[in-house]
């Protein structure tokens, strides 16, 4: 079983750019596809995006296309998410996630909470 | 974007009670219908996935059913660690649309 471990939290000023990370363990990390989810208390769980990091095929929902960028570094087997210029609605939990079985989405990070604000 | 609708979105009761859980889509999704509980300030867990299958470790009180349009989640006898919000999940097309979730809380 792939375990994820993401990076901590982080207080941003609105335009900043960041970048958050996701490390999974084990051989199948390559080999699973990794799912970002976004969690607010107006919108609830929203898929953003995902990356296969074993070749970085990577397919975003419409609603993020554009808004973040999804990477993976397949050597020390990390996924990113990185926004270039945080906006306040950028204010929300981020889960990684890995997709198995069904396409669900089988094991997840412990969340980084993001917060921007002036 | 397919859309997934959750009822109850409140749901009150007692240990030992059993509860269903209805989710519905707004267009067929086959069985590719996934369930979650989270817990406050935890990740999301897997229960059910495929609309019916348990992922391991669950407990067997936990039971899925539909396809098409209309799904269940049934806890047969809920227990203390029970209560938590439950979500439900489509992952028959991109993007992986989730339910606005059900909150089970302790009457």
């Known amino acids: 079983e792939v375990q994820l471990v993401q990076s901590g939290a982080e207080l941003k000023k609105p335009g900043e750019s960041l970048k958050i990370s996701c490390k999974g363990s084990?051989?199948?990390?390559?080999?699973?596809?990794i799912v970002w989810v976004r969690q607010t208390p107006e919108k609830g769980l929203e898929w953003m995006g995902i990356?296969?990091?074993?070749?970085?095929?990577?397919r975003y929902s419409p609603s993020f296309q554009g808004q973040v960028t999804i990477s993976a570094d397949r050597s020390i087997n990390i996924a990113y998410l990185h926004w270039s210029s945080l906006k306040a609605s950028d204010t929300a939990m981020y889960f990684c996630?890995?997709?198995?079985?069904?396409?669900?989405?089988?094991?997840w990070g412990q969340g980084t909470l993001v917060t921007v604000s002036s | 974007d397919i859309q997934m609708t959750q009822s109850p979105s409140f749901l009150s009761a007692s240990v030992g009670d059993r509860v269903t859980i209805t989710c519905r889509a707004t267009?067929?999704?086959?069985?590719?219908l996934n369930w979650y509980q989270q817990k406050s300030g935890r990740a999301p867990k897997l229960l059910i996935y495929?609309?019916?299958s348990l992922q391991s470790g669950v407990p067997s009180r936990f039971t899925g059913s539909g396809s098409g349009t209309e799904f269940t989640l049934i806890i047969s006898s809920l227990q203390p660690e029970d209560f938590a919000s439950y979500y439900c999940?489509?992952?028959?097309?991109?993007?992986?649309?989730f339910g606005q979730g059900t909150k089970l809380e302790i009457k």
């Open positions: 996630a890995r997709r198995g079985n069904w396409r669900a989405f089988d094991s």
């Open positions: 267009q067929t999704i086959s069985t590719f």
């Open positions: 495929g609309a019916s």
């Open positions: 990356i296969y990091p074993a070749d970085s095929n990577i």
């Open positions: 999940q489509q992952s028959y097309s991109s993007p992986y649309t």
């Open positions: 084990g051989d199948n990390f390559i080999t699973s596809w």
